[in-house]
């Protein structure tokens, strides 16, 4: 970007999320309810998974883990949109933006990996069910969970650093509800193309590698279902895998749209839209999907209130 005529800011004003100003204060409602279902739902996951000894599995120790990160993803964004939603001052200083735009990048990373440790873990349970508690050990899964963390929130230090170093300039506008890199790219006094070829390519890296790796599980699933000769054992191996890939299939379907291209040629109110259903929607999706098709989590959270009512 030219920085010719153009004055050096301090901050960032997000614009208003429509242009119907009524609007807002319906939507401020409709997000809040989202986000407190949201938060009520994922942490009733990790109440119920640490409370219950019939759940100490691998795939529950995971689901755990998922739920942590759902909550953080959504603290993350929605608090913010919320607060811009009813306030006239919608601004945010440019550390903040930048902190938003690392902790966006790496709870989303941190979902990624789990998602696909997760189609790991129903491999080897469909594939080699007598290695399971082997393979699937209890160190083992925590190893792989501080691994998950810990690169998830390596992952965007690179162009958060490289960020922190540049300068912007006005108009210092941001049409969205959060720092989104293609907004902050935008606003940039200075060439931005080597962050933004950092960040994309990483972003899409991490994106596609999970998924061709839960692709591939799943194929080797797929094929060792279809082997079998009962039905009913079909059905319920398949019954098994629903949760999982109806998560992987909005969670990728969404980033997919948004990150594995660069975001700058696409209008922000288009982004504005999905960003909405992959930031606010999924993380009391997930919860949902866990616990309406699952048995065991029903049942268990049956005998947990059963149990505290007594």
């Known amino acids: 970007m030219e920085n010719e005529n153009q004055t050096i800011v ?31 739902g994922n942490l009733l996951i990790i109440i119920i998974v640490v409370m219950d000894s019939h759940l100490q599995t691998a795939m529950y120790f995971f689901i755990c883990n998922l739920s942590m990160a759902e909550v953080w993803y ?4 929605v608090p913010k949109m919320l607060e811009n939603l009813l306030s006239e001052k919608r601004t945010i200083s440019i550390p903040g933006c930048i902190a938003q735009y690392y902790f966006f990048f790496a709870f989303g990373t941190i979902e ?86 950092v960040g994309y390519s990483l972003s899409s890296v991490i994106v596609m590698a999970s998924l061709l790796f839960i692709l591939i599980s799943y194929g080797q699933i797929i094929i060792t279902i279809l082997k079998m000769s009962s039905a009913a054992a079909r059905r319920k191996m398949f019954s ?45 999706l997930n919860p949902m999907i866990y616990t309406l098709r699952n048995k065991d989590v029903k049942e268990a959270f049956k005998k947990n209130i059963i149990r505290n009512s007594l």
Request: hydrophobic letters at 50%.
């Open 10 to 40: 301090a901050q960032f004003v997000f614009l208003h999320f429509t242009c119907l100003p009524n609007l807002e204060a319906m939507l401020f409602v409709l997000f809040l309810i989202i986000y407190i279902l949201s938060l009520m």
């Open 74 to 77: 959504a603290t993350v964004t």
């Open 112 to 197: 990624l990996f789990i998602l696909t440790v997760m189609g790991y873990d129903r491999y080897v349970a469909i594939c080699n069910p007598l290695r399971y508690s082997t393979i699937m050990n209890s160190t083992t899964c925590r190893n792989v969970a501080i691994m998950c963390w810990l690169v998830g929130f390596m992952c965007p230090i690179l162009s958060s650093s490289m960020l922190a170093q540049i300068s912007f300039c006005s108009p210092n506008r941001i049409n969205h509800f959060f720092c989104d890199a293609g907004q902050i790219f935008h606003l940039a006094c200075t060439d931005t193309s080597i962050i933004q070829t």
């Open 240 to 284: 098994t895998c629903a949760s999982h890939l109806s998560v992987v299939t909005i969670y990728f379907g969404t980033l997919i749209f948004m990150y594995v291209r660069p975001a700058v040629k696409y209008k922000s109110n288009a982004n504005k839209i999905v960003a909405v259903f992959y930031s606010v929607i999924t993380p009391l």
